[in-house]
């Protein structure tokens, strides 16, 4: 299993900014999970690297925007507008597979240690 490496967390005010970043190189797909305390972890947002194609959990569309680097070893969450729910840690996952259910951990076998994101109102 290999271990994905995140940055990018911090705190924030409400109306506030964030990116994730996330080194993850020859996957298929790369998301991004968060998971608040007392709560189970939830897909945020999933990208197909070879061909951009993005999928977002609904509470964030409009809001997130998960891409990649040109390469194709980074992918980046831009957090925008960031309200107190979406205080949590956020995880980065991959896998080498396809999947029609991309925002499921169950689908992803490499995980990162986990980054803090924390908005305050």
């Known amino acids: 299993q290999v271990q994905l490496v995140e940055s990018g967390g911090g705190s924030v005010q409400a109306g506030g900014s964030l990116r994730l970043s996330c080194v993850a190189s020859?996957?298929?797909?790369v998301a991004w999970f968060r998971q608040a305390p007392g709560k189970e972890r939830e897909g945020v947002a999933c990208?197909?690297?070879?061909?951009?194609?993005?999928y977002y959990t609904a509470s964030v569309k409009g809001r997130f925007t998960i891409s990649q680097d040109g390469a194709k070893r980074t992918v980046f969450l831009q957090m925008n507008s960031l309200k107190p729910e979406d205080t949590a840690m956020y995880y980065c996952?991959?896998?080498?597979?396809?999947?029609?259910?991309?925002?499921?951990?169950?689908?992803?076998?490499?995980w990162g240690q986990g980054t803090q994101v924390t908005v305050s109102s």
């Open positions: 020859g996957y298929f797909r």
């Open positions: 990208i197909i690297t070879h061909t951009d194609s993005t």
């Open positions: 996952a991959a896998a080498k597979s396809q999947t029609f259910d991309f925002l499921s951990p169950g689908q992803y076998n490499d």
